[in-house]
């Protein structure tokens, strides 16, 4: 018995089909990718953060933007959907259906279980090729804990974790600071307090 040869998609044909699905799909090599939802906890602290955001950056020149809004990292040809990107100044769109972004300058991931070794991977892997790309934030959903990759002028990536709710997410890039009690805020872990 011989193998059936998978097919493999264009990101035009990738694309084609996302559009009119009912679900969301990633897309790398070739290959469709289909997502699974998000608990509770993480829509609470997804739904938190892009408040917080948007908040702090009402007068920058910066849009904050839900899981909908797709991305492709152009140099690797990953599209995928982080849970929150911000762009600044002027968008760009893979074409005129301005639905898949390719200049983001911060994406913030929510942590799962199902999700986390690809987040900190081979997602990390593709999105610090983005040449836009100053922001790499991991939320973990499971502890008050906040982990942040900064690119720095040489192109390394400066590492901090943010742990408790008395800590504060720092982001010198907007001039801003998150306290993780708002980034957390109706999620109940561990004691009271931590």
Known sequence: ???VPQLKLTPEE???GERNAETKHEFLD???YAMAGASHEH???VANVI???HSRLKRHPCEVLPSDMRLRVAETGLFTYPDVMVVCDK???VDDKTDT?????LIVEVLSPTTEA????WKWAHSRQLQSLAEYVLIAQDDYRVEQYSRQADDSWLYREYRGLNDSLRIPLFGCEIPLSDIFHRIALGTPGE
Do not use: C, H
């Open 1 to 3: 018995m011989s193998a």
């Open 118 to 121: 690809n987040d900190r991977g």
């Open 43 to 45: 829509n609470v602290i």
């Open 91 to 93: 968008p760009f769109f």
């Open 30 to 32: 070739g290959e469709v």
């Open 51 to 53: 408040a917080e955001l």
């Open 14 to 16: 990738f694309l084609t």
């Open 101 to 105: 972004l390719l200049n983001p300058k």
